[in-house]
């Protein structure tokens, strides 16, 4: 595979770059296995009971249809599921559908049937992502209103609310995500616990993914310009003495095998 991609490179040099000279790749993803998505972190779902366990692996996929090179439609998504608990738990469910509406560097996501997936959720509302000219997220803004605003400076990508408060900082190495730190603080704006995300096992070819934040369950991957493998996160709570010990960690990881063209077989390619 090392020998093939500096003419794959070559390739995708011809096809086109991103204004801000990344390579971009020109073939499109068809549909994506659930488990290169992560549903879990998206903000569209906070505090959602999420099931989305496919009963034969890498069989349940998200479905993209495009208007020329843009995804305007995303088939899969989640549906109010049944059970006894007065709690609503959310299964995946290839009857929910996104429609992706462009207006210059916004785009604003339908989704359809409407389901609210957390108290005050507006399903009527669109959720909102706004990108830079590089196609970077600027900004998000959940169905309620809530908004998160993204800065860059170098590596560093600091998140914040319409506060100003700082929830998440993200760090960057090779143009991929590596690290991702939530501060917890108590109402004195004391730290009290931090969650650390780690992407590990990256490889060197291109991200079908990169920049698609608004493509559901696709948010980490479409940080970076190649692909992740394994996921850690640590869970630190802070002790009387003013150090940290870690209470929590949790890993997952998932295969990654690659098409003739060296791109990550996420799924299927429309060509």
Known sequence: MKNFLPFLTSLIILAGCTSSGDTEPVRLLKNASIEYLDFTNDFRFPGAQLGYNAAEPFKTVCSYSYSKEQVCKVTGGFKIGTGG????????????????????????????????YFSGDKPSNPTIYKLNTD???LQFTRRDG????????GDLITEKNSSGDTLRVFYLENH???RIINNYKDKNGVIVSVLETLFENFDDNPNPLKDK??????????FSKNNFTRMTQNYYVKLAN???KLLNT?????????????????????Q
């Open 85 to 116: 608990t007065s709690v609503n738990t959310y299964a995946y469910s290839m009857g929910v559908t996104d429609t992706l509406i462009y207006n210059g560097n916004t785009v604003n996501v339908y989704t359809r049937p409407e389901f609210s």
């Open 135 to 137: 196609g970077r997220i």
């Open 146 to 153: 809530y908004q998160v605003d993204y800065t860059y400076n």
């Open 176 to 178: 991929n995500l590596v």
């Open 213 to 222: 934040y608004f493509l559901v369950g696709a948010y980490y991957r479409s």
């Open 242 to 244: 003013g150090t940290f």
């Open 250 to 270: 949790s890993s997952s990881s998932v295969p990654i095998s690659y098409d003739n063209n060296g791109y990550p077989e996420f799924g299927e390619y429309n």
